[in-house]
Structure formats: structure tokens, C-alpha cells
């Protein structure tokens, strides 16, 4: 199982990236996807998470109204759109799997079985 995050980069304050999450070995329709991301010196946030279903997603309230999470089960891959991105959005933001067959559900405080290496997304101001 492979998890192979994409797309991070250097923007101005304001912009905008799209994260990509690539999955291989497994199969995203059974499980759910969460964005994480680590600023240097600060805990793992966990900011966004799809269900296996697709019918749900969630948000934290650092990223609510700016970033947009979806799933593509045909390429197995899931997007992070990332909006009117600021300074404190720097940090390296990992996409992880956890197995969920079938469930309308997912949390980013849960356990997930596989994490990605990372992508570094550097903000300025």
C-alpha cells in the first residue's frame, strides 16, 4: 500500500493550491481519507477527512470556508483544494487511509492504517 501526496508548493498569501493524494494497493471506496497537516514545532493537525461513501466530509475550523476536500474512486486519489491560503497554512500536510467499508463517517482524531510521506506547503506573506 502506497499513499503519495502531490501538488504542495511556494505561494503568496491570498492563493491557492490543490493537494493530490494518490493511493495504490488499496482501493479508496473502502476507506476513509483524511488530511493532515505539521507545522515545525507544533502537534499534527488533523484538517479535513472524506468517508469511505463519499456523503460526508469534515472540516476543521482552521481551514472551514477555504478548503474543499474530494475523491475521485475512479483514480483513486483524493484532492485537497486549498483557498485564500495564509501564512500559518504553512506545513508539511500528509493524506492518510483508514479502512471504513462502506461507512458515512470519518474523523481525523481516529486511528488511520496509512499515511503518506508528505508534501511541504510553504505560505508567504
Known amino acids: 500500500v502506497q499513499l503519495v501526496e502531490s501538488g504542495g508548493g511556494l505561494v503568496q498569501a491570498g492563493g491557492s493550491l490543490r493537494l493530490s493524494c494518490a493511493g495504490s494497493?488499496?482501493?479508496?471506496?473502502?476507506?476513509?481519507i483524511g488530511w493532515f497537516r505539521q507545522a515545525p514545532g507544533k502537534e499534527r493537525e488533523g484538517i479535513s477527512c472524506?468517508?469511505?461513501?463519499?456523503?460526508?466530509?469534515y472540516y476543521g475550523d482552521s481551514v472551514k470556508g477555504r478548503f474543499t476536500i474530494s475523491k475521485d474512486n475512479a483514480e483513486n486519489t483524493v484532492y485537497l483544494q486549498m483557498n485564500s491560503l495564509k501564512p500559518e497554512d504553512t506545513a508539511v500536510y500528509y493524506c492518510?487511509?483508514?479502512?471504513?467499508?462502506?461507512?458515512?463517517?470519518?474523523?481525523?482524531?481516529?486511528?488511520?492504517?496509512?499515511w503518506g510521506q508528505g508534501t511541504q506547503v510553504t505560505v508567504s506573506s
Open positions: 492518510a487511509a483508514q479502512f471504513q467499508y462502506g461507512s458515512s463517517w470519518c474523523s481525523v482524531i481516529s486511528e488511520y492504517d496509512y
Open positions: 494497493g488499496l482501493t479508496f471506496e473502502d476507506f476513509a
Open positions: 472524506i468517508s469511505s461513501s463519499d456523503d460526508f466530509t
